[in-house]
């Protein structure tokens, strides 16, 4: 697969426009027709679109994005309460936000303006395309929503989609979720039926770096991403949530899930020479302290004698797991630091493995995700869902483990004996706060790598139990905000459409479905 780059002028981001690729002849040149034209067609443009450096790991997202601002909010991170320690960098903050429309949404308009223009053969055939590309763009989209609000949704990219330039207008977050729930259950209906050519699908698993021309997984991303973002607003609109996630679990044939580790929706590179790979990137954004979080470590994990943690983290000097604890000042962690007393993310499974693959979406987040809902709503055996959550948990990271491109120890999956002493543990027996069991348990399994997914369930569940110290050292910043603010290119370059939601854009202002 050939690395898909599109060169583009960030200026007017969000503005309606695709900038990526300011002439006709660059987007010829990215994406050149197997027939010989030189034009863009909607395969190339699918598997553009795939390729997402805020999904695959990259050293800039990691380094400056989120391990330090996200992977502290969700308490992730090993991280001190040093001045300014919860505050935004607006500019690292707007790459995030630039990213989306430049690369995700600009490509999805452009691919649905070619789509647009096909005759009724070729329709039929690459709607396929078209229904998958659109799976991607509601998991990003309900990324972005989950950081910062309200965004610019329904009118951005309309340079693409219209070939006029005009200023994206702020869609309310709500609607927008509410919006694509209702589409991903259509694309999923559509998906369990179609049955296109023999030469379309072949297309398809030639151009399909994700899931391999497999439409029985798509449909398992797709129906996965509707139980996520189900359960995300099911404590701000719980008749709608349960309705839908219902008529999944309830119909298994007709909405498959993600059920094994095996089935994972990720973007996994074949070798370290694939395109799909940015060598050391890893290595470079986690940096050379990737210190682990305490409460993570030293509250959660070890105390149960969690079998992840071989692959989580390095042991001290002293052979245990512990990681920095956030009440510590600077002197204090040097003196750590130099003692060798805190544990690091192990560098097998995480900072030396350059096969780290981009992580779309786990059957341990599936499994927790319909723990919850059977918990709440009595839809089935909940006990039994959070424990094949934390074996698909364990499976999953001892499999990243096992493939690492690192040269160093690859650690031995645990016995089903540990297995089942580790379930038996009190502070992880099902029986008790099963919730907040679940909750954390999830949490857990997102690592530092999902801490945007991480970040939005500790905000809607209120569960998991951490607390932030006081930043008393800054000004604007005192403890975690409740969501990220907008970037300044959005009030300088679009300003009368962000005015209209100005007024919200604050450090506490909550995403409609953090109500608790």
């Known amino acids: 697969m050939k690395r898909i780059i599109i060169t583009c002028l960030l200026g007017l981001l969000s503005l309606g426009t695709f900038l990526t690729g300011c002439k006709q002849s660059e987007i010829d040149s990215a994406y050149i027709n197997p027939s010989g034209a030189v034009s863009a067609d909607v395969q190339r443009l699918w ?41 935004q960098v607006t500019a690292y903050n707007s790459d995030r936000w630039n990213v989306y429309y430049t690369q995700t949404m600009a490509r999805y308009r452009e691919l649905e303006k070619v789509y647009n223009t096909l005759g009724a053969e070729d329709k039929a055939g690459l709607q396929l395309f078209l229904e998958t590309a ?42 927008t979720y509410t919006d694509m729930l209702t589409d991903l259950k259509r694309i999923s209906d559509y998906l369990a039926t179609a049955t296109p050519s023999s030469f379309y699908t072949t297309q398809f698993t030639s151009y399909d770096y994700v899931n391999k021309g497999s439409i029985l997984k798509w449909r398992k991303y797709c129906n996965s991403l509707i139980l996520r973002l189900a359960m995300r607003i099911s404590n701000a609109d719980e008749t709608t949530a ?7 679990l309830n119909n298994p044939n007709q909405y498959p899930l993600v059920d094994s580790a095996s ?87 995480f900072s030396e493995n350059n096969l780290f693959p981009g992580i779309l979406m786990t059957s341990a987040e599936s499994w927790f995700n319909k723990a919850e809902a059977y918990e709440r709503w009595g839809l089935g055996n909940a006990k039994t869902a959070y424990e094949s959550g934390i074996r698909q948990s364990i499976a999953f990271w001892y499999g990243i483990n096992n493939n690492s491109s690192y040269t160093g120890k690859k650690d031995t999956a645990p016995t089903e004996a ?99």
């Not at 679109?49 to 330090?68: A, D, G």
């Not at 929503?145 to 200023?167: R, V």
């Not at 986690?286 to 305490?294: K, T």
């Open 418 to 516: 540990q297995i089942t002493a580790f379930l038996a543990a009190p502070s992880i027996a099902y029986g008790t706060d099963n919730l907040k069991k679940i909750a954390t348990q999830k949490w857990v399994d997102y690592t530092v790598m999902q801490a945007t997914q991480a970040w939005a369930e500790a905000r809607r569940t209120k569960l998991i139990g951490f607390t932030f110290p006081t930043d008393n050292g800054s000004a604007t910043a005192k403890t975690p905000p409740t969501r990220l603010l907008y970037p300044t290119s959005e009030s300088s370059l679009n300003t009368a459409n962000y005015n209209s939601v100005s007024a919200n854009d604050k450090l506490t202002t909550t995403i409609f479905w953090d109500v608790k």
């Open 242 to 248: 349960k309705a839908l996630v219902t008529t999944i």
């Open 47 to 87: 598997a553009g679109m795939l390729f997402n450096e805020r999904v695959s790991p990259r050293y800039w997202n990691l380094y400056t994005f989120l391990i330090p601002e996200i992977g502290t909010y969700s308490q992730l991170n090993g991280f001190t309460t040093t001045n300014g320690v919860y505050e």
């Open 134 to 175: 659109r799976i991607f763009l509601y998991d990003q989209t309900g990324q972005m929503i989950d950081l910062w609000g309200d965004i610019p949704f329904k009118t951005a990219g309309q340079l693409n989609a219209q070939g006029t330039i005009s200023l994206a207008t702020y869609d309310n977050s709500k609607t």
């Open 263 to 349: 089935e994972s929706i990720t973007i996994q590179p074949a070798t370290t020479t694939s395109n799909l790979v940015a060598v050391n990137d890893m290595r470079n954004g986690f940096g050379v302290n990737p210190y682990a979080p305490s409460y993570l470590i030293d509250n959660v994990m070890a105390p149960a004698n969690d079998p992840r943690l071989p692959v989580y983290f390095t042991t001290n000097a002293s052979g245990k797991y512990t990681g920095v604890v956030n009440t510590w000042n600077a002197t204090q962690l040097t003196a750590a630091q130099t003692a060798n007393a805190v544990s690091r993310w192990d560098s097998t499974t």
